[in-house]
């Protein structure tokens, strides 16, 4: 399991790999860019009563901290390209094994290529992953109510909206509710990736 994070998955233009310290360039740029349009939705660090916490991790930390947990079989931390550029980030995250197989996926994208269906294609991408090449049964993507563009991407792959749960996330220096969407492996057996090439097949699509 050590080594799953260290593939390579690809559709189209779209392209999820491994989170690298040399992205760091491409990547500060990217979120700097974005600032304004990912704040509402960046999850944040409370303090705690000894006053720690509170502060976002360099970008070298945030790395060695993802590759130490892909090391150790818990996450996927991928930087999403598209034509070869860095556009974004999704990250399989909480892989339990067990009675549960189940994990979480958290994404982001640059605002100047949200709605081209990069983000569903990424999703995608890694859904089949999880299910076909790792094993696990259960996907789950918690969102904020108010994160429109983010939940469209999971209701036009088909995830299943399970309820609220209440001020889950500390996001943006409060915490907040997050909608529950989920997806089982039985739920999507012709694949994620075939279904969405029949939805964009269909017609128009967003991200």
Not at 20 to 48: C, F, I, K
Not at 110 to 126: C, F, H, K, R, Y
Not at 162 to 181: A, F, K, M, S, T
Request: hydrophobic letters at 40%; aromatic letters at 8%; proline letters at 6%.
């Amino acid at each position: 399991m050590n080594a799953a994070w260290q593939v390579e998955l690809h559709e189209g233009p779209v392209t999820l790999r491994p989170i690298r310290a040399r992205d760091q360039n491409a990547w500060q740029e990217v979120s700097r860019r974005n600032r304004d349009w990912l704040r509402r939705w960046e999850a944040t660090v409370p303090p705690t009563p000894a006053g720690r916490g509170g502060t976002r991790p360099t970008y070298r930390q945030m790395v060695r901290y993802l590759r130490g947990e892909a090391a150790a079989g818990r996450m996927l931390p991928f930087v999403v390209l598209h034509q070869g550029r860095l556009v974004g980030q999704l990250t399989v995250g909480g892989i339990t094994w067990g009675s549960m197989c189940s994990a979480n996926v958290g994404y982001w994208v640059d605002e100047g290529v949200a709605g081209q269906g990069i983000m569903p294609t990424a999703v995608a991408l890694s859904v089949d992953y999880c299910f076909a090449a790792l094993g696990l049964h259960r996907i789950e993507v918690c969102i904020r109510p108010e994160n429109r563009p983010s939940r469209r991407v999971v209701e036009k792959l088909g995830f299943r909206e399970e309820g609220v749960r209440p001020r889950y996330l500390h996001i943006d220096g409060d915490w907040r509710d997050h909608l529950v969407y989920a997806l089982t492996a039985e739920e999507v057996q012709e694949g994620m990736l075939e279904r969405w090439r029949s939805i964009r097949a269909r017609g128009p699509y967003g991200n």
